[in-house]
Nanobody, 124 residues
């Protein structure tokens, strides 16, 4: 069965960096677009970044563009999110997700498998 397991979250000061990982299993990883989303308390889940199956195409939310980098290693069935220059407003639970199809969507309904999430807390 499809499994997505995130890791790498934690507590960091503003301006710091974290690297999230998402280990995938149960499907042919390179066939699927993968995405990162986040959800802060009391807010809706929001798009962060997405990457094509080959890794050649990426898309970012405006709020993280220039600070976050999504990448993948298809030999390790893992997708990453490198987060630099973190801000308190980046505090959220971060989820990785597998897309329904080939499109690089920014809407949660375009993804049908989700990890359990990893907490990122940025202190000011």
């Amino acid at each position: 069965q499809v499994q997505l397991v995130e890791s790498g979250g934690g507590l960091v000061q503003a301006g710091g960096s974290l690297r999230l990982s998402c280990a995938a299993s149960g499907f042919t990883f390179s066939w699927y677009v993968m995405g990162w989303f986040r959800q802060a308390p009391g807010k809706e889940r929001e798009f962060v970044a997405t990457i094509s199956g080959s890794g050649g195409m990426t898309l970012y939310a405006d709020s993280v563009k220039g600070r976050f980098t999504i990448s993948r290693d298809n030999t390790k069935n893992t997708v990453y999110l490198q987060m630099n220059s973190l801000k308190p407003e980046d505090t959220a639970v971060y989820y990785c997700a597998r897309s329904v199809g080939y499109g690089m969507g920014s809407v949660p309904s375009q993804y049908n498998y989700w990890g359990q999430g990893t907490q990122v807390t940025v202190s000011s």
